[in-house]
Every structure is written in structure tokens, then in C-alpha cells.
């Protein structure tokens, strides 16, 4: 049981490049995230998925997209890579939808030049 | 902006010591609470929860109070060792927001020291 699997771990891009995060997990839950990590601040959510087909938009969605493939997986665009976008991501997961705790991934460093 | 925010960025204690990390929100319809232990290069771990109809929850040397008069939360490490050097977040849940999502605050990073 490898809870929720994130890759890349690293990532260099240059400006206006693309790329997708991807995440999995195999807890059976129905709602996944992503969230973004800068110094300082604390967990930002970017987009999240209540059950499989839906997505909706989080805090900081902007530069983004993301597909729920199936139940276990969720991936995060990044059509045109920024700067801005220069941060460690973090996808999480639940098995409800109020009050649970969720279980997180070990992240994405991403570095766009 | 954030409603869940962190009375001290860092906090250093001995090897030994109790270890109180605290944290303010503003919402009262918030229902619930989180505390995740975050080390370095690492995600987010749970640590212990708190839902608003209890005050303290105790867990394996930890324990969060919860005061909801004054909106503070806190999570007290007793016998703090060096495994326990970590970035620590509350977040909480606000009561009907989308998703039961959570909000994080910035959160606090405990060293421990020999």
C-alpha cells in the first residue's frame, strides 16, 4: 500500500514549456488535490477533484489544469510554464468529502527558468 | 487572506522538554481541526485531529486543545526529541465550505536542540 505516489520529484523547465504532474493513489478515495507550497506560506490549493469526472477550481488555478483519469489518478497541467509557477507541489487525497484528514504526497519540486 | 495563522514562525526547545506550538483562527464556523507534522524534502504527515465539540484530544505524546472563546489551538509535544524537528500546520475545515476543504496556516518550525 503506497498511499498517494507523485511524479516527477524534480523538474527543471524553461519558460513557456509544458509539462504534467502526475499523481495516484490507491487508498480508494474519492477526492483528490493539488496544492502548491512557497517559502513561507502555507499549503495553497490549486485545483480538486470531489469523485471521479468532476474538477473544480481551488484558491490559485490560474496556469493550470488538471484531469481526473480515473478514480485513482489526477494530473496537473502546466500548458505555459512561468516563473510564478516555481514552487514544490503537493497532491493529497480523502475518502469523504467533510472533516477527514488527508493524506499527502511527497511532492513535486518544479523550477521554471 | 488566511484564517488559520501561527503565533511563532520558529520555535527552539532541548531535547526533553515539552514543546507548545499554537495557532489562531478567525472563523467561527470552523468545525473541525488538523495538525500535520511536515519534514524536510517531505509531505505533510497527519498527526492529530480535533473536531469543535471536544476541547483536548490526546494522541502518542501529543495532545491539541482547543479553545474556542478566544478561536486558539494548540499542539503540545511532551518529552520533545530531535525526530520531532519539523515543520508543524494546523489547518482547519470551515463548516459547509466547499468539499470540507481544509485551510492551512503558514506554520512553525520546531528544532530541537541537544
Known amino acids: 500500500n503506497a498511499g498517494v505516489t507523485q511524479t516527477p520529484k524534480f523538474q527543471v523547465l524553461k519558460t513557456g514549456q509544458s509539462m504534467t504532474l502526475q499523481c495516484a493513489q490507491d487508498m480508494n478515495h474519492n477526492s483528490m488535490y493539488w496544492y502548491r507550497q512557497d517559502p513561507g506560506m502555507g499549503l495553497r490549493l490549486i485545483y480538486y477533484s470531489a469523485s471521479e469526472g468532476t474538477t473544480d477550481k481551488g484558491e490559485v488555478p490560474n496556469g493550470y489544469n488538471v484531469s481526473r483519469l480515473n478514480k485513482r489518478e489526477f494530473s496537473l497541467r502546466l500548458e505555459s510554464a512561468a516563473p510564478s509557477q516555481t514552487s514544490v507541489y503537493f497532491c493529497a487525497s480523502k475518502s469523504g468529502n467533510t472533516g477527514e484528514k488527508l493524506f499527502f504526497g511527497s511532492g513535486t519540486q518544479l523550477s521554471v527558468l | 487572506g488566511e484564517s488559520v495563522g501561527l503565533h511563532l514562525p520558529t520555535l527552539s526547545v532541548q531535547e526533553g522538554d515539552n514543546s507548545i506550538i499554537n495557532c489562531a483562527y478567525s472563523?467561527?464556523?470552523?468545525?473541525?481541526f488538523i495538525w500535520y507534522k511536515q519534514e524536510s524534502g517531505k509531505g505533510p504527515q497527519f498527526i492529530i485531529d480535533?473536531?469543535?465539540?471536544?476541547d483536548k484530544r490526546q494522541g502518542q505524546r501529543v495532545t491539541v486543545l482547543l479553545n474556542k472563546t478566544v478561536k486558539h489551538l494548540s499542539l503540545q509535544i511532551a518529552a520533545t526529541q530531535p525526530g520531532d524537528s519539523a515543520v508543524y500546520f494546523c489547518a482547519e475545515n470551515v463548516r459547509g465550505s466547499t468539499l470540507g476543504r481544509l485551510y492551512f496556516g503558514r506554520g512553525t518550525q520546531l528544532t530541537v536542540w541537544p
Open positions: 480535533i473536531r469543535s465539540n471536544m
Open positions: 472563523n467561527s464556523a470552523s468545525d473541525y
